[in-house]
Structure formats: structure tokens, C-alpha cells
């Protein structure tokens, strides 16, 4: 599966933004996809996942509330909608696929398949 990110860009604090992960290739219906992040100078961290079924989402403390992670298995895309985007949201934002199943938040080494990312930069 290749994961191809997409929608970064230049926002200012309390702004929105929609990211969209696209993927070529196979199909990753049936994958349980997550979105990380590196800020400048810090680790790779988790921001939200969604399950293969939609059922289950998952959340960084930092992006509860803030953040809505959703899929489109017709259209092969996963997006993460983001609002009220803070300063410190700024980082190079990553699209995860995995042919796994998880009920807690997946680990960087859990993850099979990464896509590039795109730059996201809050200004205050």
C-alpha cells in the first residue's frame, strides 16, 4: 500500500484544516489507518486512528476534542479534520496504514505501512 498525504499547508491559531491520506495500489479497505506527527526536533507521535469498521477511534490527549479522524473506503482516502489548530500543532503530519487490528493506541513500530507527509504550520 502506498499512502500518499496531502492538505498541509500555512494556518493561523484557531483555524482549520482537513488532511486527506490517499493510497495507490491496493486498496486499504480492511486496514486500520492512523495519522502521527513530528513536530521540529521531537519524535514521530500519535495523533488518531480509525478502524478497519469505523467503530473504533482513537485520540492523543492533544487532539481530543480538536481533531475528527473519518474514511472513505469508496473514495480510498482517510482524512483528519482539524480545528481550533494551536501553535504547537505545528509538525510534518503522517498517514499510517496497518493490515492489523488494534483496541489501544498503535505504537510507531506497530505501524506496516507510512506515507509522506505534509507540513502543517500554525502561526500565532
Known amino acids: 500500500v502506498q499512502l500518499q498525504a496531502s492538505g498541509g499547508g500555512l494556518v493561523q491559531a484557531g483555524g482549520s484544516l482537513r488532511l486527506t491520506c490517499g493510497a495507490s495500489g491496493n486498496s486499504f479497505a480492511g486496514y486500520f489507518m492512523a495519522w502521527f506527527r513530528q513536530a521540529p526536533g521531537k519524535d514521530r507521535e500519535f495523533v488518531a486512528a480509525?478502524?478497519?469498521?469505523?467503530?473504533?477511534?482513537y485520540y492523543a490527549d492533544s487532539a481530543e476534542g480538536r481533531f475528527t479522524i473519518s474514511r472513505d473506503d469508496h473514495k480510498n482516502a482517510v482524512y483528519l479534520r482539524m480545528d481550533n489548530l494551536r501553535p504547537e500543532d505545528t509538525a510534518i503530519y503522517y498517514c499510517a496504514a496497518d493490515p492489523g487490528h488494534f483496541t489501544s493506541v498503535p505504537t510507531l513500530a506497530d505501524i506496516q505501512y507510512w506515507g509522506q507527509g505534509t507540513l502543517v504550520t500554525v502561526s500565532s
Open positions: 480509525i478502524s478497519w469498521s469505523e467503530s473504533d477511534q
